[in-house]
């Protein structure tokens, strides 16, 4: 630890920058990257976190019945795929964590938000929905519908960031892979 903050190079000074996001959206981390959807580009960014430099650019999967897509946010799985929303065609994009795409769960409606808790279930917002939704994530089935934070609570890990004495947040943990992942 160098005690102090390291900067991270500058995303948006030039105009020609191939990582300037045009309407940026969700973000995920995990086993050292960074994954940015940049809904306006309708791709996903791969950076690294350490250096910024783009380490793949993901395009819009080519499947009979679907449009362009809209990447808006992203959430990293239990097994190191990617849950990637895609509002434009009611569906949530599965990738490896190097961009393979694996599988799509449709009819879902302008999903919005996403999250993966604990034991994989993957929890998506949907545009006009009252509540989330829970989908199991191997065959994309909805298997629930809390209706308040404290039903589902004890499903996530806390935030991979401390607070330290004087009200220093630690952010060294965040997207590092761990040997033993939940």
């Not at 080519?62 to 449009?67: A, T």
């Not at 998506?124 to 199991?136: C, S």
């Not at 994309?140 to 039903?151: A, D, L, N, V, Y």
């Not at 609570?153 to 033993?180: E, K, Q, W, Y």
Request: net charge neutral.
């Amino acid at each position: 630890c160098t005690c102090r903050f390291s900067d991270w190079p500058c995303v948006g000074r030039d105009p020609k920058d191939p990582r300037l996001p045009l309407d940026a959206g969700g973000i995920a981390a995990s086993c050292s990257r960074l994954y940015l959807c940049d809904t306006g580009h309708r791709r996903v960014l791969v950076l690294n976190p350490i250096s910024g430099t783009v380490q793949a650019v993901w395009t819009s999967p080519v499947l009979q019945g679907l449009v362009p897509w809209q990447p808006e946010d992203a959430a990293v799985m239990l097994n190191g795929d990617v849950v990637v929303s895609d509002p434009a065609n009611g569906c949530i994009h599965v990738f490896s964590a190097y961009g393979r795409h694996r599988r799509f769960f449709g009819q879902l409606g302008a999903v919005r938000s996403l999250a993966v808790d604990c034991l994989g279930r993957i929890y998506i917002r949907v545009e006009g929905e009252p509540h989330v939704l829970v989908l199991d994530p191997d065959s994309g089935k909805i298997i629930g519908t809390p209706t308040r934070p404290g039903e589902i609570i004890n499903r996530f890990l806390p935030l991979p960031v401390r607070m330290l004495v004087g009200g220093t947040l630690d952010l060294s943990d965040i997207g590092r892979c761990h040997a033993n992942p939940p």
